[in-house]
């Protein structure tokens, strides 16, 4: 096989596995953040409803 078929070659799979690991990446980022989001909303709701039940 001549070198350039070769590095074209793996070229293609290298791009091909950082597509699919960017992906990945992304899917588990967002369902971290979607918690992160989650737990900073329910804190700010008990903090919110604290205050109110104190002010009182």
């Given amino acids: 096989m001549p070198l350039k078929q ?3 070659e793996v070229g293609e799979v290298l791009g091909v596995n950082s597509v699919i690991l960017s ?3 992304f899917t588990n980022l967002e369902l ?3 918690i992160i989001l ?3 909303t329910i804190v700010y709701t008990v903090d919110k409803w604290w ?3 104190k002010k009182r």
């Fill in 23 to 25: 992906v990945t990446t």
């Fill in 6 to 8: 070769i590095t074209k």
């Fill in 38 to 40: 989650l737990l900073v």
């Fill in 32 to 34: 971290f953040l979607k």
């Fill in 51 to 53: 205050y109110h039940k």
